[in-house]
């Protein structure tokens, strides 16, 4: 018998014992293989036709083959041994099962990624409260006493002077008023709407907002170099911004900020809607009144804002249709991220 003779023996009878469903049949692996006219004592005996210089290696080998041979019939004797219990028997000869891998969801992978942009050009993360006070979320960013968003139909009310942030806005507030000029943040986080939930809306949402204040002149140019820079980042090194004008009553002037279409680049498509672009956030150069609310002195402070919703980059960024994808942890979605 050869070497590669006795590995084939081994494979077969190792072999044999996996495949063995009882007990007995385990028992006639046992004894064609290490019984007293077994296949093991047989080899053992061929040794003295091996010649001499092979004989401790071809030894070897056969006292390997019978321990593992034991081995695995004692192994696999156990399963068969034990009375099994009822229903909660752990079944050994099932195949594994593998785990499936986790993914990082969209939200956090947006706010991630926008930290580590908006770090590069110096903006250190800052966090607020999900509970706010009427000072914070509207009278200090400039909100009329009267306004609309104020209203028990779209602003979540705990109490007469508690609510739910409606938008990270007040984390500026909160801010200002307890740090000095210069500020530099970005504040990711929850936001709160009575808004009936469809494919683009949803009653808890997240938003970031930026926050960048100075005692040297901070201009709208400056806003916009470093919306352009967050734009090329996130989206890709062809993407734009552009202005357009608009209202809010925590900056003046205020605008509207577009990015260019991602997916045409501009040309036109179905997902910009055929104009080439697609709206981001809001933002501006702080409002003086604000200014005169947390105590800075307006004449001696310059500043810009921006927000927008993190749902919408990263609808747009990774192709989501419904933002409520995002909510339900539905495996086969997060799987399709990975
Ligand atoms: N808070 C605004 C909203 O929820 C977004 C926003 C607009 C934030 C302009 C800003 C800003 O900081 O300057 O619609």
Redesign the pocket.
């Known amino acids: 018998m050869t070497l590669a003779d006795l590995e084939k023996q081994q494979i077969k009878s190792l072999n044999e014992v996996a495949v063995a469903t009882d007990a007995a049949a385990l028992e006639q692996v046992r004894i064609h293989y290490l019984g007293r006219n077994g296949v093991v004592p047989a080899v053992m005996k061929q040794m003295k036709d091996v010649a001499p210089a092979d004989r401790p290696v071809f030894g070897k080998s056969v006292n390997k083959w019978s321990n593992e041979l034991k081995q695995a019939l004692a192994a696999k004797s156990q399963l068969f041994d034990k009375p099994k219990k009822s229903g909660s028997a752990f079944d050994y000869t099932l195949p594994g099962r593998w785990p499936t891998a986790g993914s990082k969801h969209p939200i956090s992978r947006v706010i991630e990624e926008s930290a580590a942009i908006f770090g590069k050009l110096g903006f250190t993360v800052a966090d607020g409260p999900d509970i706010e006070n009427k000072f914070n979320n509207f009278t200090a960013l400039n909100t009329p006493a009267h306004h609309p968003s104020m209203n028990e139909s779209d602003t979540f009310w705990l109490a007469e002077d508690q609510l739910l942030r409606?938008?990270?806005?007040p984390v500026?507030i909160r801010m200002m008023t307890e740090h000095k000029p210069p500020v530099r943040i970005i504040t990711p986080g929850r936001t709160y709407r009575r808004d009936t939930t469809d494919a683009t809306h949803s009653a808890n949402f997240h938003?970031l907002?930026?926050?960048y204040v100075d005692t040297k002149p901070v201009s709208l140019a400056d806003l916009k170099a470093t919306l352009a820079y967050y734009a090329k980042e996130m989206m890709g090194s062809e993407a734009g911004v552009r202005f357009r004008p608009h209202f809010?009553p925590?900056?003046e002037p205020?605008v509207e900020v577009d990015f260019s279409c991602h997916v045409c680049a501009g040309k036109g498509c179905r997902v910009c809607k055929m104009s080439g672009w697609i709206e981001i956030?809001?933002?501006?150069m702080v409002d003086p009144r604000v200014f005169e609310f947390v105590g800075y002195p307006p004449e001696e402070v310059y500043g810009y804002?921006?927000?927008?919703g993190i749902e919408r980059i990263a609808m747009i960024k990774y192709g989501i249709p419904d933002i409520r994808w995002l909510y339900e942890n539905d495996v086969r979605f997060l799987e399709q991220l990975r």
């Open positions: 409606t938008q990270t806005s500026q938003q907002e930026g926050l809010f925590f900056t205020s956030a809001g933002a501006g804002a921006f927000g927008f």
